[in-house]
């Protein structure tokens, strides 16, 4: 289970999915200021998708220092 996630989460097709995502999260047609009403629901949605957005990324990274310490410990075998 775990190994099928890391082999997703590094694939150039998730990389992709994360960009197109942290535009259409922050892009200019979202984050309107129009109300001041909304601006507490905006500090709110701005944290939460700031706060999935970076768990991703953070993932991402893990992944790839999964794989990269993998790769070394088999070269220090042979």
């Known amino acids: 289970m ?4 890391i ?3 590094r694939r150039r097709e998730f990389h992709v ?3 197109v995502l942290g535009l ?6 979202v984050i309107t200021f129009s109300d001041i009403g909304r601006l507490e629901m905006m500090f709110k949605y701005l944290f939460l998708a700031w706060m999935i957005f970076i768990f991703l ?5 893990v992944s790839q220092s999964v ?9 220090g075998q042979e």
């Open 67 to 75: 794989s990269s310490g993998s790769k070394e410990s088999e070269e």
């Open 57 to 61: 990324l953070f993932l991402v990274a």
């Open 2 to 5: 775990m190994e099928r996630l």
């Open 17 to 19: 999915f994360l960009f």
């Open 7 to 9: 082999a997703l989460i």
């Open 24 to 29: 259409v999260l922050f892009g200019w047609p």
